[in-house]
């Protein structure tokens, strides 16, 4: 299967704690992104990676975020001292992005449910 | 800030029945993507819409981009339960993605 993958696929912690999800795209994508989405939601914008560039951050993003992409490939999205409002779905997506197109179509993993006790 | 609103937020209708559902911003958009999202899935691209009056099919699925390009709509004909699923919009240059139409089709 050669689709986006992430890791791990459920993930349940205590308030306060760390916790680190991984998400590995289609191997010749260039653009990465991370999502977040509660139920009944559309996804919401986190961040995206252009190879190991991050471009933009939303504003929901906090401090207590961070996400990475070293060497352009996999990339890890962290959340430290986790909150109860943590708990969504994480979505990672990644696409290929020519200069010339002002759109691509962007390739999701599975998500990574978290719950935040 | 540039927002999608979706609507009905919710349809539930019965296997046969047609349906539309509509996509709108106050903003001007150079293009329009349509995703499904199914249960325990990430979303899965259905069409790119780009020109102001575009109408796209895809099997039983049409979708127009307004002329203003504002507004989407996706038509659904004879609904059939394999079409059950969260519509989403999102805009094809910018990372803004509507509030989602929870479709269920009842057999």
């Known amino acids: 299967d050669t689709g986006v993958s992430q890791d791990p696929r459920h993930k349940i912690t205590k308030r306060g704690q760390n916790v680190t999800f991984r998400c590995d795209p289609i191997s010749e994508h260039n653009r990465l992104y991370w999502y977040r989405q509660t139920l009944g939601q559309g996804p919401e914008f986190l961040t995206y990676?252009?190879?190991?560039?991050?471009?933009?951050k939303s504003r929901l993003l906090s401090d207590r975020f961070s996400a990475e992409r070293p060497k352009g490939s996999f990339s890890t999205l962290e959340i430290q001292r986790t909150e109860q409002g943590d708990s969504a779905m994480y979505l990672c997506a990644s696409s290929f992005q020519t200069s010339g197109s002002s759109y691509n179509e962007q390739f999701f993993g599975p998500g990574t449910r978290l719950t935040v006790l | 800030t540039q927002l999608l609103e979706q609507s009905p937020q919710f349809l539930s209708i019965q296997e046969g029945e047609n349906l539309t559902v509509y996509c709108n911003s106050s903003?001007?958009?150079?293009?329009l993507q349509w995703y499904r999202q199914e249960p325990g899935e990430g979303p899965v691209l259905l069409v790119t819409?780009?020109?102001?009056?575009e109408v796209k099919k895809l099997k039983r699925l049409t979708f127009q981009f307004g002329d203003a390009r504002k507004d989407s709509s996706l038509h659904i004909t004879a609904a059939q339960p394999g079409d059950t699923g969260l519509y989403l919009c999102?805009?094809?240059?910018?990372?803004?993605f509507g509030s989602g139409t929870r479709l269920s089709i009842r057999p």
């Open positions: 999102k805009s094809a240059s910018k990372i803004i």
């Open positions: 819409v780009v020109t102001g009056g």
């Open positions: 903003s001007v958009f150079s293009s």
């Open positions: 990676f252009q190879n190991e560039a991050q471009l933009e």
